[in-house]
């Protein structure tokens, strides 16, 4: 993926009939192509050790102490993207101060650290891709373990990864889309710098860290 990328949550979304009516607005008003299914899932593993301390990492020390919501050092959020050859896996970490991409394997091998690691629970988002010009939004249902919690929206833009320039285009588009009374959370307050992210060129690791921010901030993980 390349672009820039915003993730944000329709709070008070209605399942099936709000993932049809964002359908037809988007084919329809804004003439998009149905691509296909999309879904994505984040895991929460939580370990007794902090994990910092424990092997000795070095990150960034700018606004260590963990607030309300955010993971802490003891936890690892693992975003799991696409599938077969597409498939792509982060993991983010130490209180959201890193962020790092991982081969396939790492799953099963933390499945198999039972005594480091302890699943938690798992925000599973299903629904559709659709594409414009130069554009592309997805939207699923999002469920947190047997919990229905809304709707997830994904808007990237492809033709500018540096969101400062992008947001207010994206914001536009989300307007043509979305009920005028729709509850929507933003995922304000990103602060890429935090876990060593270029803040003006966007990467596929910075939607990994958009996602456990939401996530974290919202209390849903």
């Known amino acids: ?72 050092d003891q936890s690892i959020y693992l975003v799991v993207r696409g599938h077969g050859a597409s498939r792509r896996q982060y993991f983010v970490l130490a209180s959201n101060r890193v962020v790092v991409e991982t081969e396939p394997e790492m799953e099963s091998i933390l499945v198999r650290l039972k005594n480091l690691w302890t699943p938690r629970q798992t925000a599973r988002i299903e629904g559709y891709s659709y594409e ?42 989300l307007g043509m889309i979305l009920p005028a009374d729709a509850q929507i959370d933003p995922n304000n307050g990103v602060d890429y710098r935090r876990a060593s992210l270029d803040p003006f060129c966007m990467t596929d690791r910075h939607t990994a860290y958009q996602y456990v921010h939401l996530f974290t901030q919202s209390s849903l993980l």
């Not at 390349?2 to 988007?26: I, K, P, Y």
């Not at 939207?139 to 833009?157: A, D, H, Q």
């Open 1 to 72: 993926m390349t672009g820039s990328t915003w993730v944000l949550w329709w709070r008070d979304a209605q399942g099936t009939a709000s993932l049809g009516q964002l359908q037809e607005r988007l084919l329809r008003g804004l003439r998009a192509t149905l691509r296909g299914r999309w879904s994505m899932d984040t895991k929460l593993y939580h370990s007794p050790y902090n994990f910092v301390d424990h092997q000795h990492l070095k990150v960034s020390t700018a606004n260590a102490q963990p607030a309300r919501g955010t993971a802490s």
């Open 132 to 173: 414009g010009d130069d554009w592309v939004i997805r939207t699923g249902n999002l469920m947190v373990g047997t919990s229905y919690k809304g709707l997830i929206i994904e808007i990237n833009y492809l033709p500018c990864s540096n969101p400062e320039q992008t947001r207010e285009l994206m914001r536009e588009l």
